[in-house]
């Protein structure tokens, strides 16, 4: 079973920057892809952005382009979300989640989540 833990979120102003972690462990870590999700207060939860683990292949929400950046760090089993000209509605609770064998195109793995808040 792989477990994801995220950290880096914070508070930051308007224009700011942080940087998420999401470290996976587990016997054995395999996965297809990683994910980050967000939700808001009072909203679902939705996709930010994703990396194939293989290719290393991103894609990214239309919300994001441009301004996140999505990696990998193979050797640690991790990735990260760097987050750039950050704006108050990206306010929100960020998860990372795996898509992982045997089943592709399911996130079955998630993190617990870190709290990103960004003032304006």
Known sequence: QVQLVESGGGLVQAGGSLRLSCAASGRTFRTYTMGWFRQAPGKQRTF????????GSTRYADSVKGRFTMSRDNAKNTVYLQMNSLKPEDTAVYYCAGDNPPVRGVYDSWGQGTQVTVSS
């Open 48 to 55: 930010v952005a994703a990396i194939d683990w293989s290719s």
